[in-house]
């Protein structure tokens, strides 16, 4: 009888497979045992989180050995042989490059790597510069390196193995077919019809186990795929919802047929030109911010600010990321690219704004960095008529503080001093950005001084550490700085001052934060929004408020017509019902919500429904208690965000 024998090379193969798969989930443990929140988490949880992510490791660990097995198919040459070793040795230290950004990303934003790391990675010598200062880039060169080394080792003795005594002989084929038939079953990752998904790792409403189950190369996939389905518009879902959206926006007259959202507005005129002056903020996030923290005082300058106008406490950015909230500021159109950002797309640079009504103001732009991050010089430049632009360069007798450019205190310093000069009506337009990754506190800091404060009590309201801490204080004391720089300038009284976040950080928990604002994810969207100026009675607005009304709001404070062709409307106009489209993308698919008076509607396959957002309710659905106003702002997520992409491409 014929001794049955398994060839070397699908025994090789399936071993190339598990021990990848194995590595893979060593790589699990580790990110569990560096990231586990001190919240005490379900052990079936956790075990089930272990479970699917072992499985996404075997779907990629075989999809990664599909690619040798192809290699196993030609006959034996040494040159191929040298050849695979050195493709898989370079494959295998891209893969673990991903690993390490995916490790960076979480530390950072909380979110495994998805799709919005190729926005980030569009500036290149900036986060470049960002990482490098951020992070111990040499050491962990270093084990990239041993890491590729090993595995150029193990490799080269699979490969010996595989191909030993094989050479010149005539190869029986019959493993190629079991081998892809085994590849193919643990590809699809279930004993089901339908494969194994993203959506299969969220199981749990704790976002750290959804995180621990997800593989960083299957989200990439996942969100880069998803995100770039959704680039373009589609003009007969436009249309589905134009009426409500358009009744919504306070379109007069109506035309369905060629998707008119143009309104006329006529607020009361001012008798006097007031000035403006708009800052955005660094991960101003209201989470961390002395309104919602007062134990550790994050933000005092900006709390005693909002003491003497109007605080807007459910005000959101409708996306995460600095370049699309300069873009929505500026249009005001939310920015519905997932990929890159709006402002790096050159078909559709050219928009209109508003700030191009405010006829006889001089326009200015501060920014401690360079206008060429995410290419909003294009979009500033393009846009507004006049705009004078002071960014790093162009700032006398200043030094540069790290890889965004001046520390804040020093652009506020300038901008005061430029502002105090000028001798007609301006608008300002101030951007932070100290508030960042490597956090770092210049040697001139005026009066600040660091505090530490016990690291565990950070951890408790969102912040990783005392650098993070002490950096959002010195972002807080240069605002103070500037406040106190122009108060007694007698262009002061005649202004309107605008204060809010670009947007904020992702966080497992924090302290004094409505439960359901965390569990639906809208840490990083809400913001503090502070409006001071003439008339301006100190208040705080509940209802929500958007970032795309910034420009509508800033028009009508003045009592200057516009035309008004996005999505922006004024929020001090009572006769409106205000409302907030939040977008999110860093799982897939693409998230949609819609918040309206106290109720959050989330349009999202694992979790769909209207919600109380500033509740610590996270799980009662109010669909069933109010299904009129359920289906309306169901309607209003959808149509918002299709006509939001639309707009993108109409609003010249």
Known sequence: MRKFNIP??????????????????????????VNKPDEVLSSSSVVKAFWIGFRFDLRIAFLFALALGIFFLFPYKKWLKKFELWLF?????????????????????????????????????TSAEMVWQSYPVITLSFVLFALSAGFYF????????AYYGEQGRKKDYWYA????????????????????????????SNSFISALALNPLQNLFDTY???????????????????????????????????????????????????????????FAYDKSSFNNPELETTPKMAALAQKGRLFKSFFTPTAGTAKGVFTSITGMPDTSAVKTSSRNPVIVRQHTLINDLDGYKKFYFIGGSTNWGNIRGLLQYNIEGLKIFEEGTYENVERNDVWGLSDLDMFRYAAKELSKTQQPFFAFIQTSGFH??????????????????????????????????SMRFQDYAMGEFFDLIKDEPFYKDTFFFVY????????????????IIDLELTTNNTPLIVVGPDIEPSVDELPASQADITATVLGRLGKPYRETALGRDIFDSSISRGALVIASSGAPLRIGFAEDEFY???????????????????????????QKCERMKSLAQGLYETAKYMAYHNK
């Open 8 to 33: 070397r090379r699908f025994r090789a193969f399936l071993l190339f497979a598990f021990c990848n798969a194995l590595f893979f989930t060593l790589i699990r443990f580790v990110f569990y045992f």
């Open 89 to 125: 040795t370079f494959a295998f230290a891209a893969i673990m490059l991903i690993y390490f950004v995916d490790f960076g990303y979480y530390a950072y934003l909380t979110e495994r790597i998805n799709a919005y790391i190729f926005d980030l990675a569009a500036n290149t010598a």
């Open 154 to 161: 193990c490799f080269k003795k699979l490969l010996d193995f």
């Open 177 to 204: 077919l079991i081998g892809l038939l085994v590849a193919a079953a643990f590809v699809h990752g279930r004993f089901s019809q339908y494969p194994l998904r993203w959506s299969n790792a969220y199981f749990s």
């Open 225 to 283: 795929k998803f995100a770039k389905d959704g680039q373009t518009y589609d003009e007969n879902k436009v249309r589905e919802y134009y009426d409500l959206v358009a009744d919504y926006l306070g379109v007069k007259n109506k035309d369905k047929q060629k998707l008119n959202f143009e309104r006329i507005i006529t607020p009361p005129l001012q008798e006097k030109s007031y000035n403006v002056v708009v800052i955005l903020t660094e991960s």
């Open 437 to 470: 990754r490597p956090y770092t506190i210049p040697e001139d800091r005026g009066s600040f001084k660091e505090i530490i404060q016990d690291e565990d009590l950070l951890k408790e309201y969102g912040f990783s550490g005392n650098a993070e801490y002490n």
């Open 501 to 516: 976040g670009d947007h904020s950080l992702t966080v497992p928990k924090s302290k004094n934060t409505p439960k359901a």
């Open 601 to 627: 509607y989330t349009l999202w396959p694992l979790k769909q429904g209207m919600f109380k957002y500033r509740s610590d309710d996270s799980e009662t659905d109010y669909c069933p208690q109010y299904p």
